[in-house]
């Protein structure tokens, strides 16, 4: 669920004007997993706009600040949320550590990578949340590495079932600056996609895994 619905309308705006976001039920996507989708998402692309990422940046630091208090260090998750991390904790003052997929396999085989003390604070910034399972391998690095993770936050999500369970069973706070349900509606709204699409996006939504077969 966002966090703010009208920030959250904004959010979505700007990902669909710059294709950030793409929508195409007739010739579908096929994500890493090989699943097929009718939406696919990179947050990457907003880091080209300067008003867009500024905006997203300011939703960030405004949830940190009114949901988890008092935080000594930012954790941006590999690759896609690092650049938004660093924006985050240049704008908060703060220190910043950015987490691998899996470690290193040279030097000193690093996963979290930059300066950090067990004990401290930290607020982990994704770009997407899909499953959550990449996103909570992060924080359970931070964990495992001392650190007293308050949360995550996250652009966009897909709300899928299995993140809303995988989260709970990590008891990992979440707050989401945009997520499925919004995008689509704004979408429908303003003619990015027909009123006949939005019955495939919703059983998309509902179960991915067999909405390609």
Known sequence: MVYNKESALAISRYLLQIKAVKLNVAEPFTWASGMKSPIYCDNRKTLSFPKIRTFIRQQFVDIIT??????????????????????????????????????????????????????????????????????????????????????????????LDVAKENFKKAKCPLHILDDYETLVGFAVENNYISDKDLGSLKKWRKDPGKWGE
């Open 66 to 159: 009114e949901e988890y208090g008092s935080v000594d260090l930012i954790a941006g998750v590999a690759t896609g949320a690092i650049a938004h991390g660093v924006l985050v904790a240049e704008a908060m003052g703060l220190p910043f550590v950015y987490v691998r997929a899996s470690g290193k396999k040279h030097g000193l085989e690093n996963k979290i990578e930059g300066e950090y003390k067990s004990g401290q604070r930290v607020v982990v910034i994704e770009d997407l949340i899909s499953t959550g399972k990449s996103s909570l391998d992060a924080v359970d690095a931070l964990q495992a590495a001392g650190c007293d993770v308050k949360g995550m936050t996250a652009i966009f999500s897909y709300n």
